[in-house]
Protein backbone atom coordinates (compact mmCIF):
# COMPACT_ATOMS: atom_id res chain seq x y z
CA UNK A 1 0.00 0.00 0.00
CA UNK A 2 1.25 3.52 -0.87
CA UNK A 3 1.86 5.82 1.66
CA UNK A 4 1.70 9.48 1.13
CA UNK A 5 3.02 12.32 3.67
CA UNK A 6 2.00 15.97 3.46
CA UNK A 7 4.78 18.47 5.08
CA UNK A 8 5.03 22.18 5.31
CA UNK A 9 7.61 23.95 3.87
CA UNK A 10 8.26 25.25 7.40
CA UNK A 11 8.35 21.97 8.48
CA UNK A 12 11.24 20.37 6.74
CA UNK A 13 14.33 19.71 8.27
CA UNK A 14 17.66 21.54 8.46
CA UNK A 15 19.17 21.62 5.23
CA UNK A 16 15.85 21.57 3.24
CA UNK A 17 15.10 18.13 2.82
CA UNK A 18 13.23 17.22 0.24
CA UNK A 19 13.77 13.07 0.97
CA UNK A 20 10.57 11.16 0.95
CA UNK A 21 11.47 8.74 3.28
CA UNK A 22 12.83 11.44 6.25
CA UNK A 23 9.06 12.16 6.63
CA UNK A 24 7.78 8.21 6.45
CA UNK A 25 5.51 8.21 9.81
CA UNK A 26 6.68 4.88 10.14
CA UNK A 27 9.63 6.43 12.02
CA UNK A 28 8.57 6.68 15.16
CA UNK A 29 7.26 3.65 17.77
CA UNK A 30 3.66 4.43 18.78
CA UNK A 31 3.31 4.31 22.55
CA UNK A 32 2.05 6.73 24.87
CA UNK A 33 3.97 9.63 26.27
CA UNK A 34 3.90 9.02 29.44
CA UNK A 35 4.99 5.35 29.03
CA UNK A 36 8.79 5.56 27.77
CA UNK A 37 11.92 7.93 27.56
CA UNK A 38 14.16 8.68 24.41
CA UNK A 39 16.88 6.80 24.30
CA UNK A 40 19.19 9.34 24.79
CA UNK A 41 18.34 9.36 27.85
CA UNK A 42 20.13 6.29 28.74
CA UNK A 43 23.36 6.21 26.24
CA UNK A 44 25.25 8.75 24.38
CA UNK A 45 27.06 8.36 21.38
CA UNK A 46 30.69 7.98 21.70
CA UNK A 47 32.95 9.45 18.59
CA UNK A 48 36.44 8.48 19.87
CA UNK A 49 38.61 7.83 16.45
CA UNK A 50 41.26 6.22 15.62
CA UNK A 51 43.13 7.51 12.78
CA UNK A 52 46.19 6.08 10.65
CA UNK A 53 48.28 9.16 12.82
CA UNK A 54 47.59 6.92 15.81
CA UNK A 55 49.14 4.00 14.96
CA UNK A 56 52.85 5.33 15.40
CA UNK A 57 52.27 5.56 19.10
CA UNK A 58 50.34 2.62 19.31
CA UNK A 59 51.43 0.68 22.35
CA UNK A 60 48.59 -2.36 21.75
CA UNK A 61 47.55 -4.80 18.73
CA UNK A 62 44.28 -3.84 17.13
CA UNK A 63 41.42 -5.87 16.89
CA UNK A 64 39.45 -4.48 13.75
CA UNK A 65 35.80 -5.29 14.02
CA UNK A 66 33.98 -4.48 10.17
CA UNK A 67 30.49 -4.54 9.93
CA UNK A 68 30.13 -8.33 8.49
CA UNK A 69 31.87 -9.13 11.74
CA UNK A 70 28.91 -8.56 14.00
CA UNK A 71 25.11 -10.02 13.86
CA UNK A 72 22.34 -10.24 15.58
CA UNK A 73 23.91 -8.99 18.90
CA UNK A 74 27.45 -11.12 19.00
CA UNK A 75 30.69 -9.70 17.63
CA UNK A 76 33.40 -12.30 15.82
CA UNK A 77 36.11 -11.98 18.55
CA UNK A 78 38.47 -15.17 16.25
CA UNK A 79 39.83 -12.98 13.94
CA UNK A 80 44.07 -12.03 13.84
CA UNK A 81 44.85 -9.17 15.13
CA UNK A 82 46.43 -6.42 13.50
CA UNK A 83 48.81 -3.26 13.75
CA UNK A 84 47.75 -1.61 10.72
CA UNK A 85 44.30 -0.30 9.33
CA UNK A 86 43.28 1.46 5.72
CA UNK A 87 41.22 4.55 6.84
CA UNK A 88 39.85 6.15 10.31
CA UNK A 89 38.27 3.55 12.86
CA UNK A 90 35.86 4.14 15.82
CA UNK A 91 37.07 3.14 19.39
CA UNK A 92 34.96 0.88 21.48
CA UNK A 93 35.30 0.36 25.03
CA UNK A 94 33.47 -3.10 27.15
CA UNK A 95 29.72 -1.95 27.97
CA UNK A 96 29.46 0.09 24.52
CA UNK A 97 26.69 -1.07 22.15
CA UNK A 98 27.28 -0.99 18.34
CA UNK A 99 24.98 -0.50 15.50
CA UNK A 100 25.91 -0.42 11.73
CA UNK A 101 23.63 2.37 10.54
CA UNK A 102 24.27 0.72 6.82
CA UNK A 103 21.38 -1.66 5.96
CA UNK A 104 19.39 -2.46 9.25
CA UNK A 105 17.89 -5.47 7.75
CA UNK A 106 21.28 -6.85 9.03
CA UNK A 107 20.82 -6.78 12.78
CA UNK A 108 24.45 -5.63 12.32
CA UNK A 109 24.23 -5.26 16.51
CA UNK A 110 26.38 -6.14 19.59
CA UNK A 111 27.31 -5.53 23.28
CA UNK A 112 31.01 -4.91 23.48
CA UNK A 113 32.04 -7.75 25.96
CA UNK A 114 35.57 -9.06 26.97
CA UNK A 115 36.10 -9.94 23.87
CA UNK A 116 39.72 -10.81 24.58
CA UNK A 117 40.91 -12.34 27.81
CA UNK A 118 44.20 -9.70 27.83
CA UNK A 119 42.39 -6.52 26.56
CA UNK A 120 44.68 -4.53 28.06
CA UNK A 121 46.95 -5.29 25.58
CA UNK A 122 44.65 -4.88 22.93
CA UNK A 123 42.62 -1.72 21.14
CA UNK A 124 39.26 -2.52 19.90
CA UNK A 125 38.29 -0.34 16.75
CA UNK A 126 35.08 -1.00 14.45
CA UNK A 127 33.76 0.52 11.39
CA UNK A 128 32.82 3.91 11.11
CA UNK A 129 29.10 2.47 9.80
CA UNK A 130 28.81 1.90 13.40
CA UNK A 131 27.11 3.97 15.87
CA UNK A 132 28.80 3.37 19.53
CA UNK A 133 26.41 3.76 22.07
CA UNK A 134 27.94 4.31 25.54
CA UNK A 135 26.23 4.47 28.87
CA UNK A 136 25.55 7.93 30.41
CA UNK A 137 25.50 6.74 34.08
CA UNK A 138 28.62 4.21 34.09
CA UNK A 139 27.47 1.99 37.01
CA UNK A 140 24.28 0.72 35.22
CA UNK A 141 24.62 -1.43 31.91
CA UNK A 142 23.01 -0.79 28.75
CA UNK A 143 22.91 -4.21 27.24
CA UNK A 144 19.67 -4.67 27.40
CA UNK A 145 19.52 -2.09 24.04
CA UNK A 146 20.28 -5.11 21.92
CA UNK A 147 17.34 -7.35 22.45
CA UNK A 148 15.17 -3.84 22.21
CA UNK A 149 16.63 -2.68 19.00
CA UNK A 150 16.42 -6.12 17.65
CA UNK A 151 12.86 -6.34 18.19
CA UNK A 152 10.44 -6.49 15.22
CA UNK A 153 9.03 -3.01 16.29
CA UNK A 154 12.74 -0.99 16.28
CA UNK A 155 13.62 -2.44 13.49
CA UNK A 156 10.80 -1.54 11.43
CA UNK A 157 11.02 1.68 12.27
CA UNK A 158 15.16 1.56 11.65
CA UNK A 159 13.65 0.29 8.06
CA UNK A 160 11.12 2.57 7.50
CA UNK A 161 14.25 5.88 8.35
CA UNK A 162 16.41 4.93 6.12
CA UNK A 163 17.80 7.33 2.95
CA UNK A 164 19.65 6.65 -0.14
CA UNK A 165 18.84 3.76 -2.55
CA UNK A 166 22.56 2.28 -2.91
CA UNK A 167 23.81 2.42 0.32
CA UNK A 168 20.48 2.86 2.93
CA UNK A 169 21.63 4.22 6.35
CA UNK A 170 19.57 5.22 9.20
CA UNK A 171 20.24 8.74 10.70
CA UNK A 172 21.61 9.23 14.52
CA UNK A 173 18.87 11.26 15.19
CA UNK A 174 16.71 8.26 14.42
CA UNK A 175 18.70 6.09 16.66
CA UNK A 176 19.13 8.28 19.79
CA UNK A 177 15.38 9.43 19.60
CA UNK A 178 13.93 6.17 19.53
CA UNK A 179 11.48 5.48 22.64
CA UNK A 180 11.63 2.89 25.20
CA UNK A 181 8.96 2.06 27.57
CA UNK A 182 9.50 2.39 30.83
CA UNK A 183 8.22 -1.39 32.18
CA UNK A 184 11.31 -2.07 30.01
CA UNK A 185 13.63 0.71 32.09
CA UNK A 186 12.17 -1.56 34.88
CA UNK A 187 13.60 -4.23 33.83
CA UNK A 188 16.88 -2.91 32.46
CA UNK A 189 19.50 -4.73 35.07
CA UNK A 190 17.90 -8.49 34.61
CA UNK A 191 17.57 -8.06 30.83
CA UNK A 192 21.17 -6.61 30.91
CA UNK A 193 22.44 -9.64 32.79
CA UNK A 194 20.83 -11.85 30.57
CA UNK A 195 22.74 -10.01 27.43
CA UNK A 196 26.10 -10.68 29.31
CA UNK A 197 25.31 -13.94 30.44
CA UNK A 198 24.97 -15.25 27.05
CA UNK A 199 27.59 -12.86 25.44
CA UNK A 200 29.82 -14.81 28.03
CA UNK A 201 28.77 -18.26 26.89
CA UNK A 202 29.37 -17.65 22.96
CA UNK A 203 32.60 -16.38 23.85
CA UNK A 204 33.61 -19.36 25.63
CA UNK A 205 32.01 -21.90 22.58
CA UNK A 206 34.04 -19.30 20.35
CA UNK A 207 37.35 -19.73 22.13
CA UNK A 208 36.82 -23.76 22.69
CA UNK A 209 35.89 -23.82 18.82
CA UNK A 210 38.73 -22.18 18.08
CA UNK A 211 41.18 -24.63 20.37
CA UNK A 212 39.30 -27.65 18.57
CA UNK A 213 39.88 -26.37 14.93
CA UNK A 214 43.38 -26.01 15.84
CA UNK A 215 43.43 -28.68 17.76
CA UNK A 216 42.13 -30.93 14.40
CA UNK A 217 44.49 -29.37 12.24
CA UNK A 218 47.84 -30.84 13.68
CA UNK A 219 46.22 -34.17 12.07
CA UNK A 220 46.59 -32.86 8.79
CA UNK A 221 49.82 -31.69 8.46
Known amino acids: MAISTTIQVSNLD ?15 ITIKASEYIPLNKVAKISNELFSKKNLKNLQSKLYLINTGDVVDGKI ?22 IISRLRPYLRQVAYVDNIHENMDEITNV ?9 PIDTKESIAF ?23 PRFNED ?10 L ?20 YERKSSALIHSVSCYLR
Not at 14 to 28: C, D, Q, T, V
Not at 126 to 134: A, D, G, I, N, P
Not at 174 to 183: R, T, W, Y
Request: proline share 5%; hydrophobic share 35%.
Open 14 to 28: NGFILSAERYHPGRN
Open 76 to 97: IGNKPLTNNINSTKKIIKQGDI
Open 126 to 134: CSTEFYVLS
Open 145 to 167: LVPYLLSPQVQQVLSNAVEGSQH
Open 174 to 183: VLMSLNIPVH
Open 185 to 204: INEQDSISNGVINATKKYRE
